[in-house]
């Protein structure tokens, strides 16, 4: 699906409203409010930086992110996303990990976090 709605390395709104929007309405016409697994974002991560005049994934990952907000404005739909730890391996990465979570209505923790820590750790473990 990525090729689809992907130009120079940045996904492309109108492209995606096209590709993914057009499927997710008609399944949500067809079968009321329906769950959708945003993979694309984990792969996007995934991917190595082509060059270093390219946009970063991370920067991909989270228009995608956006473009799927937007799209829920319209389409009743739950969006469940999951993210690789490793997608996030530096401190310099913590700012990107914290718009990923902003973007979402809820983050759960991996399986390694500490229960004593505070709800905003916890969600960002």
Do not use: K, W
């Not at 984990?42 to 390219?54: D, E, F, G």
């Not at 469940?80 to 990465?93: G, H, I, Q, R, T």
């Amino acid at each position: 699906m990525l090729p689809m709605f992907m130009d120079g390395g940045m996904p492309d709104e109108t492209r995606f409203r096209d590709a993914i929007g057009n499927i997710i309405r008609s399944a949500a016409q067809r079968d009321g409010h329906i769950h959708v697994f945003g993979e694309m974002v984990a792969l996007l991560c995934a991917q190595p930086h082509a060059c270093i005049n390219t946009p970063g994934r991370h920067d991909a990952a989270i228009g995608v992110e956006r473009y799927f907000n937007n799209l829920q404005r319209f389409v009743p739909f739950s969006l469940l996303c999951a993210y690789p730890l490793d997608a996030f391996p530096s401190a310099a990465d913590a700012a990107m990990f914290s718009e990923v979570c902003t973007l979402h209505t809820n983050v759960r923790p991996a399986e390694s976090y500490d229960p004593s820590a505070s709800l905003d750790t916890l969600q960002r473990t």
